[in-house]
């Protein structure tokens, strides 16, 4: 066991009524990794203007202590102030906790991982493990993600995980899934999967922030273009600024569409359970773990081709929009929806193999063999 493991991210936490809460997909993955660990220090935002949103969760373990700094980060000349005033604040937060860290975590592409990074190469010889969530591709990714990816591979000293396998992929860069599905997810996703008919009219579900860069507009406009009787129900999980637009935008399909906002974990699956597609026409992605979520219980991804989701979504397992194609996502979607119900129980059953990657317990075996040794 190692004594004491240190998390430099930008995850939102706050405290609250005697606990500690943070982004609730992030808390089930730490607190399955706590105990190979005596102490665990995890650094993230303050992020009290969540208090009500149903993705945040307690965090149980008791020997995980929180440490928070404001939130930087957008974009115009205050906020690139606000982050040049802040980064000095940071750097002595998150040095004073490196010093007697015997394993480092950090969660990029992030300011406060950055900074992590820079440390690395002060300390060489502590266990870095850097998780670069976003997408290896260098050509969806902003700036500073692709700088912080190039740093990343030039710091051959440390462990850098991420999503899906890349040509020409560093020997220190370690494909790596992420955790969201347990035995017992799986479990009983078999029995739901084996149950589920694909006969019109369908379920779909979409999750994820409601913006354009998640393809919300293109999915919007594809349902536009798709046969009434074809749809059953379309959920929508998730929020953001442009809500009431897309609410309005959809308002012809009157009961047949649903806007949950923020759902918890619990929730999140008790609709991937009744669902029959998951549409997801991100512009950019590293992988979704919506997707093994979904695949889990046999829901058949409708996705883009960003990311790492072509490494595991194909044509045998889902139906990939080419976003460098003409075609539109709507002639992808009436496929998917116009198929036969042999060949969509037989996809459906192909994509909750996929599922089984993602799990805690595989997850935990690859940190121990790779990494945490």
């Known amino acids: 066991m190692y004594k004491k493991l240190v998390i430099v991210s930008d995850t939102a936490m706050y405290f609250h009524n005697g606990a500690w809460f943070g982004f609730s997909p992030v808390v089930a993955e730490i607190e399955y990794i706590a105990p190979k660990f005596q102490e665990i220090i995890w650094i993230g935002y303050n992020r009290m203007d969540l208090l009500s949103n149903q993705t945040m969760q307690a965090i149980q373990s008791k020997h995980i202590k929180c440490v928070t700094f404001e939130k930087i980060g957008g974009k115009g000349f205050f906020a690139i102030l606000k982050i040049v005033v802040h980064y000095p604040v940071m750097f002595w937060i998150i040095g004073k906790h490196l010093w007697t860290a015997s394993v480092i975590h950090t969660r990029a592409p992030s300011h406060p991982a950055f900074i992590a990074m820079l440390f690395s190469i002060v300390f060489p010889k502590k266990v870095w493990w850097h998780k670069f969530a976003g997408s290896w591709d260098n050509a969806t990714l902003p700036f500073f993600y692709k700088f912080q990816k190039q740093f990343l591979i030039l710091l051959q000293h440390t462990n850098v995980t991420l999503n899906g396998t890349w040509p020409g992929q560093p020997q220190h860069c370690l494909s790596f899934e992420n955790p969201c599905l347990t035995g017992q997810h799986l479990q ?80 999140v699956h008790t609709l991937l359970a009744t669902s029959h597609f998951l549409v997801l026409p991100s512009l950019s992605e590293g992988f979704p773990k919506v997707i093994a979520e979904a695949a889990c219980y046999g829901v058949i991804p409708v996705v883009s081709n960003v990311g790492a989701i072509p490494h595991y979504v194909n044509a045998t397992n ?56």
């Open 188 to 267: 009983n996703g078999l029995t739901i999967t084996a149950a589920k008919n694909f006969t019109a009219p369908f379920t779909l579900v979409f999750v994820g922030r409601l913006e354009k860069a998640k393809g919300m507009d293109v999915l919007l406009q594809a349902l536009q273009n798709c046969p009434e009787q074809l749809l059953h129900k379309v959920h929508f999980i998730g929020d953001g600024p442009q809500r009431f637009r897309y609410e309005k935008a959809t308002a012809y399909l009157k009961n047949k569409v649903q806007f949950h906002g923020f759902l918890n974990s619990e929730q």
């Open 318 to 373: 889902g139906f990939v929009w080419n976003l460098q194609a003409s075609i539109p996502f709507e002639t992808v979607l009436l496929t998917a929806l116009q198929a036969s119900e042999t060949s969509l129980k037989a996809q459906s059953k192909a994509i909750q193999t996929v599922a089984e990657s993602f799990t805690f317990e595989h997850y935990l075996q690859k940190v121990t063999a790779k990494i945490v040794k």
